[in-house]
């Protein structure tokens, strides 16, 4: 963890700065990854103590301040207010791992949809108007024909509208 002190309109004490940072190592149980913090203590108005502390993790940044008579009671309290929003981003993060759907385990791949049946067939060459003919009158769901103007392979179906689709492929086949 690194801590960066400053201090505004104060003389710098080296007890205070180790204070700071004695009480701040207590935020390290709450995350994994390093923090730089920077810390800002100020004096205000002659009697008001304040102290701001900026850091960012995992791309949130976090603030807090406080103000109080006395420079240590406002470290003391900044200090529970940066362990509550720590604690409360950590379950917040935990809560979204948790809701998010997992891997599906390997023994349900053998229940995923393979293919029962293989036939091959072989693309007659006719036009359009003759396959929807004989689509008809075969009472299949699609038929496959290769045009006979282009000489593209083609799949013509029935659609539940009553209508045919036809799809067409580009380029030639060997």
């Known amino acids: ?63 807090a301040h406080e103000v109080q008579e006395d420079m240590r009671a406002a470290v003391d309290a900044i200090v529970d207010k940066l362990e509550t929003r720590l604690s409360r981003y950590r379950d917040k993060v935990k809560q979204y791992r948790e809701g998010k759907p997992k891997y599906a385990p390997v023994g349900e791949e053998e229940h995923a949809p393979q293919i029962i049946m293989l036939r091959t067939i072989a693309a007659k060459p006719m036009d359009p108007e003759e396959a929807q003919m004989q689509l008809n009158a075969s009472g299949d769901g699609f038929i496959i024909f290769r045009d006979i103007e282009r000489g593209n392979v083609c799949v013509m179906y029935k659609r539940k509208d009553g209508n045919f689709g036809l799809v067409e492929t580009t380029g030639r086949a060997l």
């Open 1 to 63: 963890m690194d801590i960066t002190i400053s201090f505004r309109r104060i003389a710098p004490d080296d007890g205070l700065k180790r204070y700071v940072e004695e009480k701040l190592a207590r935020l390290r149980k709450y995350v994994e990854s390093p923090l730089d913090l920077h810390v800002v203590l100020s004096l205000e108005r002659k009697y008001r103590q304040r102290v701001d502390v900026m850091f960012t993790l995992n791309g949130v940044v976090i603030n």
